[in-house]
Nanobody, 121 residues
Framework: QVQLVESGGRLAQAGDSLRLSCAAS????????MGWFRQAPGKEREFVAA????????FYADSVKGRFTISRDNGKNTVYLQMSSLKPEDTAVYYC??????????????WGQGTQVTVSS
């Protein structure tokens, strides 16, 4: 089905801003709820943010609320994660995910390969 490719991860300093992108293939991008997850070394993958098909509804983990913003451009088949006020604890591999069923993203069906974000103090 849909294929996802993340980009934009890099080394950043605490307090910096960074924007991640997730490009989706295919013509049916607007039929998917989209989300971002992250996984730090030795930890389980955790939910970060999600956005529904139209972009009118969003959800955020408490740890990033007020600092991160998820958005999408259906014309470009792309979802973004704008990260501000980065903290060292944001260091992780960030994954893009797609879910045709629910914006809650409890069981994503498709994952990207991940992009590394490293935040130094």
């Amino acid at each position: 089905q849909v294929q996802l490719v993340e980009s934009g991860g890099r080394l950043a300093q605490a307090g910096d801003s960074l924007r991640l992108s997730c490009a989706a293939s295919g013509r049916t991008f607007n039929s998917y709820n989209m989300g971002w997850f992250r996984q730090a070394p030795g930890k389980e993958r955790e939910f970060v943010a999600a956005i529904n098909r139209s972009g009118r509804t969003t959800f955020y983990a408490d740890s990033v609320k007020g600092r991160f913003t998820i958005s999408r451009d259906n014309g470009k088949n792309t979802v973004y994660l704008q990260m501000s006020s980065l903290k060292p604890e944001d260091t992780a591999v960030y994954y893009c995910a797609a879910d045709q069923v629910s914006v809650t993203m409890r069981l994503p069906s498709t994952w990207g390969q991940g992009t590394q974000v490293t935040v130094s103090s």
